[in-house]
């Protein structure tokens, strides 16, 4: 079955600092990979998304992720954290092509991220 | 906005009682997913269905039941309610509801049962 670990519930960086939250994931084969960020009241929305090819996915709002195979990782990062970057963020994967997943996705527990001025 | 579209964004109930949350996907996907996320049990896939029909089955009780309509939206019922059903409950659609395709959330539905 797959899973996702995120082992940072909660981590505090500086306004202008680099950030990197950890994801490792189990799954039998290459599968997609996923960033979602939660902001206080609202819904999921996607950062980026990793399905084959460039292992360095560039996202939405400065992001970035980079997917290792060797490491079953997939770590965000940003080089300059904004104080609007403060809000709950989930790694998830779902099934390779071909694969009977259909679509849906296996969360993480989440990773808060709290930016001090 | 994500395109999806849930009702109500907030409700309180009784144990025991019964509710419909309402979910209409964005426009041109045919796939429908449901999840619950509460603060034990993290984001928690219950249920997709794609066109009309059920294509997977998650961590979903036998209290709760779903379907998709021809419209394709789709409504999540939730019976014999209890304090640990109290969550956000997500939808989210795709376009195919095939690995890959990109799943987008709506806001959620806060349930509260007292």
């Known amino acids: 079955a797959q899973s996702v670990t995120q082992p940072d519930i909660h981590i505090t960086v500086s306004e202008g600092a680099s950030l990197e939250l950890r994801c490792n994931y189990s799954y039998g084969a290459t599968?997609?990979?996923?960033?979602?960020?939660?902001?206080?009241?609202?819904?999921?929305?996607?950062?980026?998304?990793?399905?084959?090819?460039?292992t360095l996915v560039q996202g939405i709002k400065g992001f970035e992720a980079e997917f290792k195979r060797s490491q079953s990782s997939f770590n965000l990062r940003k080089p300059s954290?904004?104080?609007?970057?403060?809000?709950?963020?989930?790694?998830?994967?779902?099934?390779?092509a071909g694969g009977t997943s259909y679509g849906k996705l296996t969360f993480g527990q989440g990773t808060i991220l709290t930016v001090h001025p | 906005d994500s395109g999806v579209t849930q009702t109500?964004?907030?409700?309180?109930?009784?144990?025991?009682?019964?509710?419909?949350?309402?979910?209409?996907?964005?426009?041109?996907?045919?796939s429908v997913?449901?999840?619950?996320?509460?603060?034990?049990?993290?984001?928690?896939?219950?249920?997709?269905?794609?066109?009309?029909?059920e294509r997977a089955k998650?961590?979903?009780?036998?209290?709760?039941?779903?379907?998709?309509?021809?419209?394709?939206?789709?409504?999540?019922?939730?019976?014999?309610?209890?304090?640990g059903d109290s969550a956000l409950y997500f939808c989210a659609s795709s376009e195919q509801g095939l690995s890959g395709n990109t799943i987008y959330f709506g806001e959620g539905s806060w349930l509260t049962v007292v």
């Not at chain 2, 907030?10 to 045919?30: F, N, W």
């Not at chain 2, 998650?58 to 999540?76: K, Y």
């Open chain 1, 31 to 54: 599968p997609y990979l996923f960033w979602y960020v939660q902001s206080p009241g609202q819904g999921l929305q996607l950062l980026l998304k990793y399905f084959s090819g460039d």
């Open chain 1, 81 to 96: 954290v904004h104080w609007s970057d403060a809000a709950e963020y989930f790694c998830a994967v779902g099934g390779s």
């Open chain 2, 8 to 30: 109500p964004k907030h409700l309180i109930t009784a144990t025991g009682q019964r509710v419909t949350l309402r979910c209409s996907p964005r426009s041109g996907d045919l």
């Open chain 2, 33 to 53: 997913y449901w999840y619950q996320q509460s603060l034990d049990q993290g984001l928690q896939f219950l249920i997709q269905y794609y066109n009309g029909e």
């Open chain 2, 58 to 83: 998650g961590n979903i009780l036998e209290r709760f039941s779903a379907q998709q309509f021809p419209d394709l939206h789709s409504e999540l019922n939730l019976s014999s309610l209890e304090l």
